[in-house]
């Protein structure tokens, strides 16, 4: 059974910037593929970004390339996501996932452990 934390959601202005970090609480993290989603009242979960075990692959949503970046340190069990450049649409309850063994996937899916999720939200 793998825990997940996740922190540094807050308020911040358009153009801001903010660094998510997730907690897993299990040994051998590295064996892991984690990703961020996000989700709005009323609408379905999104795929934000990913790293594979093995930190191989690491892929990011149209919406977000250029502006966020993923980042894991599995001797810490920590995985991150630095959003820059942020926007009004940015605004959700962001989730930290992870899958054993994944290959990196964009679909919720694919990931057997969840955190509770932090909420951002981005005032324009």
């Known amino acids: 059974q793998v825990q997940l934390v996740e922190s540094g959601g807050g308020l911040v202005q358009a153009g801001g910037s903010l660094r998510l970090s997730c907690k897993a609480s299990?040994?051998?993290?590295?064996?892991?593929?984690v990703a961020w989603f996000r989700q709005t009242p009323g609408k379905e979960r999104q795929f934000v970004a990913t790293?594979?075990?093995?930190?191989?692959?690491?892929q990011y949503a149209d919406s977000v390339k250029g502006r966020f970046t993923v980042s894991k340190d599995s001797a810490k069990k920590m995985v991150y996501l630095q959003m820059d450049r942020l926007k009004p649409e940015d605004t959700a309850i962001y989730y930290c996932?992870?899958?054993?063994?994944?290959?990196?996937?964009?679909?919720?899916?694919?990931?057997?452990?969840w955190g509770q999720g932090t909420q951002v939200t981005v005032s324009s």
């Open positions: 790293i594979s075990w093995g930190d191989v692959r690491i």
């Open positions: 299990t040994r051998a993290f590295e064996y892991y593929a």
């Open positions: 996932a992870a899958g054993l063994r994944g290959s990196g996937s964009e679909f919720d899916s694919d990931y057997e452990y």
